[in-house]
Nanobody, 128 residues
């Protein structure tokens, strides 16, 4: 069973940057997908980015496009989310999630049900 562990959250001022990491273990597959979701207080969980490990194709939600960048290391066991130009509305708990198959980015969203393994979340707080 795949396991994922997030790290790198914290407190940053508006306009600043943070980099989140997602360490992946236990994968029995060479090709899978890693997604990043976030949940702000009182709001539903939102899928914001995803990367397929086979071809490095990526997805970004409109809310983060142009500011966040997802990437992975060559060994395919760590995925990063570089977050620049952070805004107070980016404040949320950020979750990493793993899917045992690649995700086809046909729609403007990614769905939670496609991801079977979830991390515990890391808090990101952006002050104004």
């Amino acid at each position: 069973e795949m396991q994922v562990v997030e790290s790198g959250g914290g407190l940053v001022q508006a306009g600043g940057s943070l980099r989140l990491s997602c360490a992946v273990s236990g994968s029995a597959f060479d090709d899978y997908a890693i997604g990043w979701f976030r949940q702000a207080p009182g709001k539903e969980r939102e899928g914001i980015s995803c990367i397929n490990t086979d071809d490095h194709s990526t997805f970004y939600a409109d809310s983060v496009k142009g500011r966040f960048t997802i990437s992975m290391d060559n060994a395919k066991n760590t995925v990063f989310l570089q977050m620049n130009s952070l805004k107070p509305e980016d404040t949320a708990i950020y979750y990493c999630a793993a899917s045992v198959h690649r995700i086809e980015f046909y729609s403007p969203t990614i769905e939670q049900f496609e991801f079977g393994s979830w991390g515990q979340g890391t808090q990101v707080t952006v002050s104004s």
